[in-house]
């Protein structure tokens, strides 16, 4: 069974910094790119970031590029999100998910499965 567990959101100040990490169990990680997704309150889920199976390839939403960057641990099967210059905007819950192959193919939810429950990040003003 496939489990994907997200973990580090909290509340911080804006211009803060913040490491999101999200642990999958059940399959090969390394056969997968992994996304990252936020969905804030009345608003629909956006893809954040997206990284190849071996980490040789990311990319961002314009938002977030030059602010964020995901990277991975196969050996610990985890990928991670490294958020820094965090601004009111990017309060959201946050979601990592599998993409069905090792390649990013985009930043939308149907190009992913297999997601985790999220993880809350708030930034105060």
């Known amino acids: 069974q496939v489990q994907v567990v997200e973990s580090g959101g909290n509340l911080v100040q804006a211009g803060g910094s913040l490491r999101l990490s999200c642990n999958v169990s059940g399959l090969t990680f390394a056969d997968y790119a992994m996304g990252w997704f936020r969905q804030a309150a009345g608003k629909e889920r956006e893809g954040v970031s997206c990284?190849?199976?071996?980490?040789?390839?990311?990319y961002y939403v314009d938002s977030v590029k030059g602010r964020f960057t995901t990277s991975r641990d196969n050996a610990k099967n985890t990928v991670y999100l490294q958020m820094n210059s965090l601004k009111f905007e990017d309060t959201a819950m946050y979601y990592c998910?599998?993409?069905?192959?090792?390649?990013?193919?985009?930043?939308?939810?149907?190009?992913?499965?297999?997601w985790g429950q999220g993880t809350q990040v708030t930034v105060s003003s």
């Open positions: 998910a599998l993409a069905y192959g090792r390649r990013c193919l985009g930043l939308t939810p149907d190009r992913y499965n297999e």
């Open positions: 990284i190849s199976w071996n980490g040789g390839s990311t």
